[in-house]
């Protein structure tokens, strides 16, 4: 990564009129029980929460015209069907520093990984929710009230970026298509 949060801007089909902007985020410092672990607390305590918020909704509120779509990815998901992570501290945490500030903010999409599934997950508000940490061991997961999809096996998902859809397909580990789903505009 070329730094602890950055973002990136795409043209669509080489239209500059229309772009899509990734923003990746460090969650780590924004889960306070990591400031006490002895592994994570020392790199933790060095980071500002508070700059790296500003610097995400100025990335989200640029004032160009241009941009269509707004992603965020970060490590940690907000949401997630696991028995064991569905309400653990650091989902808790993301959700309870995350969850309004990108819905105010506009993001179309907040990308997770660390719980080892596939879901698509619409709580409510008007961001959609992936997870997609399905390459190591894969864990057990459910379905929330507001899931869409959920799936305990290895795979990944494409996302496929037009001026007004998003095309997401889930991929198994076998390369079938298991799951596919379209955000519009």
Known sequence: MPARY?????????DTTQQLVIAFID?????????????????????????????????????????????????????????????????????NSLKTFLEQNKVDAY???HDHSLQHIVPPGNVHHFV????????????????KFAASQYGFMVFSVQPTEIIVQTIGYEGNV????????
């Not at 997609?132 to 507001?146: C, D, K, N, P, R």
């Not at 298991?178 to 505009?185: R, V």
Request: hydrophobic share 30%.
């Open 27 to 95: 969650t780590n410092p924004l889960i306070k029980e990591f400031y006490k672990n002895s592994e994570y607390g020392p790199n933790v305590k060095s980071q500002d929460t508070t700059a790296q918020k500003v610097w995400l909704k100025n990335v989200l509120n640029a004032s160009s015209p241009n941009i269509k779509w707004r992603l965020v990815v970060g490590h940690h998901p907000m949401f997630t069907g696991s028995d064991k992570r569905r309400e653990s501290y650091d989902t808790r945490a993301i959700r």
């Open 111 to 113: 990308l997770a990984g």
């Open 132 to 147: 997609s940490g399905a390459a190591s061991e894969v864990t057990q997961v459910g379905m929330l009230t507001s899931s």
């Open 6 to 14: 950055y973002s990136k801007k795409f043209s669509l089909n080489g």
């Open 178 to 185: 298991i799951y596919k789903t379209s955000l519009k505009k």
